[in-house]
């Protein structure tokens, strides 16, 4: 361990001289840059093209089945490699459709090279160009219209709005899937905190509101499906148990939006409240379905029960991080 004294160098600036030995190591020269960012307590310095530097992995086809192919792509983006080569002998056509497809589901990722044995992705996305923030709000909007219209088709028996419903899950699966990318990002140290205006802390956060929105999503697909593979026939009083259930769930999912938000935590206090009356409703919409004597029915239960579980899970996220305080430096202050 090495010590150095702390020099003004400025009105508002401060220095400090770096080892010898670490520059020579790095081979770095005078006018070449370095960038640093705060890990906790400590302050960590890297050599520019460390952090610039991409990184490359390789996915071996041999036995791999075309789902578990889709899962590996979907893992490697989410690791956040910049060039992807998936290499066989020689791909399949089948394997190379689940490829395209999946690509594009995963966004910034650009096929940029096509042969018998190889296929090439690249990452052409700059992560600074993507806002945490922004895209918790679209996912909240697409996530809230998707249950909206899910409960719809049901209730009004439209095939093809069930089927726009179960479309729309690819642009929440997108939005999910970079979310989660870029928080491995920051984690990774390939973009710093400063440059988001985030800590870990709030990317954490938006991240479990994002898992939690994805499951809500996957549930109104699960409503939908309902209508797209079969025409539900119910009775009026069915009906009517169903538009009234859903409609005490669907303003907790704005409630929700609005204290992440804010993270508002009397907010998040108050969707937690009203537990006991929420599980009510559905209980009753329950008894309705066992009347109904459909088991695709009971569908419609459990996915009530879930999407309220994981609007509860935002709450509860949302209270946890109140309760972090702001971490003000001098004279640089970061979102928490």
């Not at 056509?93 to 689940?98: C, I, N, P, Q, S």
């Not at 044995?117 to 679209?138: A, C, G, M, T, Y």
Request: proline residues 2%; glycine residues 4%; contains cysteine.
């Amino acid at each position: 361990m090495e010590k150095r004294k702390i020099q003004r160098t400025g009105g508002s600036s401060f220095s400090i001289t770096l080892p010898k030995k670490w520059v020579e190591a790095h081979k770095l020269k005078e006018q070449d840059f370095v960038v640093s960012f705060q890990d906790g307590d400590s302050l960590v310095v890297l050599p520019a093209f460390v952090v610039q530097k991409q990184s490359r992995g390789k996915i071996n086809l041999g036995e791999l089945k075309e789902e578990e192919l889709k899962r590996e792509l979907i893992a490697c983006y989410i690791s956040g490699f910049d060039e992807l080569t998936v290499l066989g002998e020689p791909i399949t056509k089948e394997k190379r459709l689940v490829i395209r497809k999946t690509t594009q589901i995963l966004t910034g990722f650009e096929i940029i090279e096509d042969s018998t044995n190889q296929v090439v992705l690249r990452n052409i996305l700059h992560p600074e160009k993507f806002s945490f923030r922004e895209s918790i709000d679209k996912m909240f909007l697409m996530t809230y219209s998707m249950f909206q219209d899910a409960i719809t088709s049901i209730s009004e028996n439209k095939r093809g709005l069930a089927q726009d419903v179960i479309e729309r899950d690819y642009d929440i699966d997108k939005l999910y899937f970079l979310i989660l990318r870029q928080n491995r990002y920051l984690l990774q140290n390939k973009i710093s905190e400063e440059k988001l205006n985030l800590s870990p802390i709030k990317t954490l956060y938006y991240e479990g509101i994002a898992i939690q929105l994805e499951r809500i999503s996957d549930h109104a697909v699960k409503i939908a499906q309902i209508v797209a593979d079969d025409r539900f026939i119910f009775s009026r009083k069915f009906g009517q148990i169903l538009q009234e259930t859903a409609q005490k769930i669907l303003p907790l999912l704005k409630e929700a939006e609005y204290f992440v938000e804010n993270i508002d935590k009397a907010k998040s206090h108050k969707v937690l409240n009203v537990a006991p009356k929420i599980n009510k409703s559905i209980d009753m919409f329950s008894l309705e379905i066992i009347k109904q004597g459909s088991a695709r029915a009971g569908i419609l239960s459990d996915s009530f029960d879930r999407i309220y579980g994981y609007i509860r899970n935002m709450a509860e996220l949302t209270i946890d991080q109140s309760m972090v305080k702001m971490d003000v430096l001098k004279g640089q202050g970061f979102e928490i």
